[in-house]
């Protein structure tokens, strides 16, 4: 079975400081992983995905992430923070590589991302 | 515009009243799926529909139902909520189902049971 771990259930950067949401996978097959963003009041959005081509990924608003498999990790970077980054970020991962998981996503227990100014 | 529609957003109600969150994509989308958003739990899988008629069991289904009578509408049912049903409920759809995980997400419906 597949699950994710979200490292710190809150994390609090300055404005313009370094962010880092940590997340582990495991998975019993090569996985997709993925991060979405939730803004107060609002649905999810998908920020960025990996699915087996680079292992740097590029996402929308300045967001990347790195898919090391030695660490089964997929943490999320963003090089300089801002207010409006603010929100509740979910890792997930999908075993559909094999194409039997119906489009499920695993998602992680979320990190509220706090900007200070 | 793209979307995912869910109703009521906000609904406050008692113990045993049958409730239905209608769920409603515009995007031509083969899966749709449920979802329940807990503190601390992250979200999880209630039911999912690959395709009309076609619907199955998520990782928490007790007490709720499902149907997928039509491509775009796929309602959450509630026949008997009970407290513990208390939660924020998403819906989402997908274009097929060996998608690679993109999910678009309705705006939630939060519901309170007394």
């Known amino acids: 079975a597949q699950s994710v771990t979200q490292l710190g259930s809150h994390v609090s950067v300055s404005e313009g400081a370094l962010v880092l949401l940590r997340c582990n996978y495991s998975?019993?097959?090569?996985?997709?992983l993925f991060w979405y963003v939730q803004y107060p009041n609002q649905g999810l959005q998908l920020l960025l995905k990996?699915?087996?081509?680079?292992?740097l990924v590029k996402g929308i608003n300045g967001f990347e992430a790195e898919f090391k498999k030695s660490e089964t990790s997929f943490h999320l970077t963003k090089p300089s923070a801002h207010m409006s980054d603010a929100a509740e970020y979910f890792c997930a991962v999908s075993d559909d590589a094999g194409g039997t998981s119906y489009g499920k996503l695993t998602f992680g227990q979320g990190t509220i991302l706090t900007v200070h100014p | 515009e793209a979307q995912v529609t869910q109703n009521p957003r906000y609904l406050i109600t008692v113990t045993g009243k049958k409730l239905t969150v209608t769920c409603s994509q515009n995007m031509n989308h083969e899966y749709m799926s449920w979802y329940r958003q807990d503190p601390g739990l992250g979200l999880r899988q209630i039911y999912y529909s690959m395709n009309v008629e076609v619907t199955d069991k998520g990782d928490v289904p007790e007490g709720y139902k499902v149907s997928r009578k039509e491509k775009r509408n796929f309602p959450l049912i509630l026949e008997s909520p009970s407290p513990n049903q208390t939660s924020l409920y998403f819906c989402?759809?997908?274009?097929?189902?060996?998608?690679?995980?993109?999910?678009?997400f309705g705006e939630g419906s939060r519901l309170t049971v007394l």
């Open positions: 990996y699915t087996s081509a680079a292992t």
């Open positions: 989402a759809s997908s274009l097929s189902n060996y998608n690679t995980g993109e999910l678009f």
């Open positions: 998975s019993s097959v090569p996985p997709y």
